[in-house]
């Protein structure tokens, strides 16, 4: 059975990161990350705490959660920003999309965190841990801030691997590393055991992961239950979770073919992504959500990542017209190199088709709505290329 192969990117700091770089964009004369600050509420209320804090205040001694009034007091100077949710939501959106070129199997942990099931990809990317250097490199050349990501076989090592040390470092933590990466470390580092437990264990005389693992499943669920179970699995590096994407917490719909070799013939070029519109606005249909976004994402036979996307003026989840918009920019935006990765994006999502209309459109409008739903039961009950739009087909 082919091992998997699981990335977990976190953001080093983000709040604190992610406000900085807004600020720095809006002119701001100083990065916050070099001074001593922190993101927190109101001071002025007394009721603020620290949600983040830069290094340098950390070197000072503010600890996150602590009121702000205490945190003045350790570090006079302190400057004190309150948290943004609405931008590190748009900065989570920016990473989402960015990593979407890569796989399009990548599940949201967090805000700030995502896993990346990248399995099966291993005629493309050849070198995970340089791949996984590159990504590192360029989000911070694009967006200028710093991730941590971890490369294992399983989503627990991968979260494990990605904490190690920081920031702006990639870890690896596959099987056979676990008895030397995972076993020394503390039984409160293991994720999902929580103080209470991590303080039992300790009581027990069981220190290290190490020591958790060597303990008798048994024993641990008698004392612990079903977390016992769990505690066992994971305290020997063992995770059969998935990597589960959610399109509608995404915000965005994608998919990506990896080509069997390279491949430069606008003809062949034209016939995949026939089939990927058609398998992304299929989905936009299912989700009852149309894009005001596509873009094309293109991987050059030299590893190189670039896309092209374009902002509509009517929302669209029609497959020729998402076709037509694809074709257009594979026109304009691909430099003509050859590719071994092509896909469609489809992002920045409303509920509503917004399009303008005339009133003899409109029973135009309703029935090319009808016909696509009746060409999606056709093609979800007898598979993709049973049926295209003449219009679509080359002449």
Not at 33 to 42: A, E, F
Not at 309 to 321: C, F, G, H, S
């Amino acid at each position: 059975m082919k091992k998997r192969i699981i990335f977990h990117i976190d953001v080093n700091n983000a709040f604190l990161s992610w406000t900085a770089v807004d600020l720095l964009s809006k002119g701001y004369p100083v990065d916050i990350r070099t001074i001593p600050s922190v993101i927190g509420g109101d001071e002025e209320k007394r009721r603020g705490i620290v949600t983040a804090k830069s290094p340098v205040a950390k070197k000072m001694g503010v600890v996150t959660a602590e009121p702000l009034f205490m945190a003045r007091r350790k570090c006079p100077g302190l400057k004190i920003f309150q948290g943004d949710y609405e931008l590190y939501h748009r900065k989570s959106d920016q990473l989402y999309q960015y990593l979407c070129q890569y796989t399009d199997k990548i599940e949201r942990f967090s805000v700030d965190e995502c896993f990346l099931d990248m399995t099966g990809t291993n005629y493309l990317y050849s070198d995970y841990v340089s791949l996984a250097h590159q990504i590192r490199k360029e989000i911070f050349q694009k967006f200028g801030y710093t991730v941590n990501i971890g490369v294992a076989n399983n989503k627990l090592c991968a979260k494990m691997a990605s904490d190690f040390e920081k920031p702006n470092r990639v870890h690896t933590l596959f099987e056979e590393e676990v008895p030397q990466k995972m076993w020394p470390l503390s039984v409160e580092d293991l994720f999902m055991v929580g103080k209470s437990s991590s303080k039992m264990l300790m009581e027990m005389g069981i220190l290290t992961i190490g020591d958790l693992a060597k303990l008798d499943i048994s024993f641990l669920k008698k004392r612990f239950k079903s977390q016992g179970e769990m505690m066992h699995y994971y305290a020997n590096g063992m995770d059969d979770s998935p990597v589960v994407s959610d399109y509608g917490k995404s915000k965005s719909i994608s998919t990506t073919e990896t080509l069997e070799k390279d491949i430069d013939s606008t003809p062949v070029l034209k016939k995949i992504l026939l089939r990927q519109a058609d398998h992304v606005g299929r989905q936009a249909r299912k989700e009852k959500l149309y894009a005001q976004t596509v873009a094309l994402i293109f991987k050059t036979g030299d590893f190189v990542n670039y896309s092209h996307q374009v902002k509509l003026m009517n929302p669209t989840n029609v497959t020729e017209e998402i076709y037509k918009i694809a074709l257009s920019i594979l026109k304009n935006g691909w430099r003509g190199e050859p590719l071994r990765l092509i896909g469609i994006r489809l992002g920045d999502f409303t509920k509503e088709n917004h399009k303008q209309i005339s009133f003899f459109d409109q029973e135009k409008d309703v029935h090319q709505e009808e016909i696509q739903e009746v060409l999606d039961q056709i093609t979800e009950k007898y598979g993709d290329g049973v049926i295209i739009p003449a219009s679509l087909k080359e002449k």
